[in-house]
């Protein structure tokens, strides 16, 4: 089987590497000044812990809409207008995996 250039130039993530590096440090007893690069440095919710676990246990389990449920979106836009003052229209707002992923399909796609 052969393997295309574009799947030979894929590289170790930086972030992922900073932060073995800082890990390794760490242990070693190195002091490491932590900018969390691309850890949330919060604790996730227990309100969003127990809903996923709910939905989990009912067997409530299914492809979401790709840009976000309905209920995300308007909780987005709500936390938007609260917290930034900020009117957004529903069509504006997606949900994505994560940074690294939204960035690449945005340079991806021009």
Do not use: C, W
Not at 26 to 54: C, D, M, W
Not at 83 to 89: D, L, P, S
């Amino acid at each position: 089987m052969s393997i295309s250039q574009l799947a030979r130039s894929i590289v170790e993530s930086p972030t992922l590497r900073l932060n073995e590096e800082a890990r390794i440090l760490r242990e070693k007893g190195e002091p490491v000044i932590h900018f969390g690069i691309g850890e949330p440095k919060n604790k996730t919710p227990i309100t969003a812990i127990l809903g996923a676990a709910a939905k989990l246990s009912a067997g409530d389990v299914k492809y979401t809409p790709s840009a976000g449920t309905p209920s995300l979106k308007k909780a987005i836009i709500r936390y938007t207008e609260e917290n930034y003052n900020k009117m957004i229209a529903p069509e504006n707002v997606i949900v994505s995996s994560g940074a690294k992923h939204s960035l690449y399909n945005i340079l991806y796609s021009l």
